[in-house]
T-cell receptor, first 115, second 110 residues
């Protein structure tokens, strides 16, 4: 596609429910990144994928968070047993090979509200 | 742990002024630094990417400089316009570990 897309754009859920957030990177981009932006907070790096592999998962806030990427393309971020503090905008970015050397291009984000 | 600071947190200027936004970081072992703008309720738009071996990059009215040894970058905006109003974020990247500053919220008044 022309850019990074994310779905849904907005998600409202009840505390304790599981949610899945989806990211479609730019076609041909091998690196994919997930971030969280909470109200009044800066951008928090969560996890990155090189192909289908996530070399470092230590940025995930808790074991309720997981992410996967299949076929070197689409990625899903899953939050189990959501809590109110999970409310944030979740942003996805991709880059051609690695953000070490290439620009990151961001999607519009998914705004998650946990009631 | 890398810490990124942006000063000022907010800036309001009249249209036509030249302005400088500042970004500082504590660990100079970076691969590159990237400047973004974020409009309210939107994702981030890439403005400029400076590799660690470079000292500056230019795009139109924007010029970004990098002094890696002192841990500083500046974003210079020439002849500011109301459409430049947004939050400007800098990010430093080291081995796929991205750290963002909290941003500078810029308002350009007509």
């Amino acid at each position: 596609g022309a850019g990074v897309s994310q779905s849904p754009s907005n998600k409202v859920t009840e505390k304790g429910k599981d949610v899945e957030l989806r990211c479609d990177p730019i076609s041909g981009h091998t690196a994919l990144y997930w971030y969280r932006q909470s109200l009044g907070q800066g951008l928090e790096f969560l996890i990155y994928f090189q192909g289908n592999s996530a070399p470092d998962k230590s940025g995930l806030p808790s074991d309720r968070f997981s992410a996967e990427r299949t076929g070197g393309s689409v990625s899903t971020l899953t939050i189990q047993r959501t809590q109110q503090e999970d409310s944030a905008v979740y942003l996805c970015a991709s880059s051609l090979m690695s953000a070490n050397y290439n620009e990151q291009f961001f999607g519009p984000g998914t705004r998650l509200t946990v009631l | 742990k890398q810490e990124v600071t942006q000063i000022p947190a907010a800036l309001s200027v009249p249209e036509g002024e030249n302005l400088v936004l500042n970004c500082s970081f504590t660990d100079s072992a970076i691969y590159n630094l990237q400047w973004f703008r974020q409009d309210p309720g939107k994702g981030l738009t890439s403005l400029l990417l400076i590799q660690s071996s470079q000292r500056e990059q230019t795009s139109g009215r924007l010029n970004a400089s990098l002094d890696k040894s002192s841990g500083r970058s500046t974003l210079y905006i020439a002849a500011s316009q109301p459409g430049d109003s947004a939050t400007y974020l800098c990010a430093v990247i080291a081995n796929n570990d991205m750290r963002f500053g909290a941003g500078t919220r810029l308002t350009v008044k007509p």
